[in-house]
């Protein structure tokens, strides 16, 4: 099967649920983990790699995390990369922390265009 075959049959067999519960919001979603739990199965079934990185960077005094996300095999690559801002002083949170969420939601929405992640 060539590349784009791989990647199509990823993005139609990839079912990634909204299982994690905001209950302050009242909403539903899902994290990175569970994007990368669902789809590690089909990378495997369909001999793909998947890299993930991060990198901090600043625009016009605004810090935020820039995420790749590339799926490659021997014949082909994709990539897409989604950025989240960091609040060095979000309430709750040490700095680490808040590096570490913004680098999780942008991760997300890296994949999310990745793999072509809808609301359904």
Known sequence: M????KVQTVQAELKAPKN???????????SCEDILEAV???LSK???TLMI??????VSGMVFVEARAVLFDEEG???TTAQAGVDPNRKGMDIAQSFGSS???ARK??????????DT
């Open 20 to 30: 994690q519960r905001n209950n302050f919001g009242k909403y539903n979603y899902r």
């Open 40 to 42: 590690k199965p089909l």
């Open 103 to 105: 680098s999780s939601y």
């Open 109 to 118: 929405y890296a994949l999310n265009g990745l793999f072509l992640i809808d």
């Open 46 to 48: 369909n001999d793909l």
């Open 2 to 5: 060539n590349f784009h075959k």
């Open 53 to 58: 990185t991060d990198e901090i960077k600043e």
């Open 77 to 79: 690559r994709i990539e």
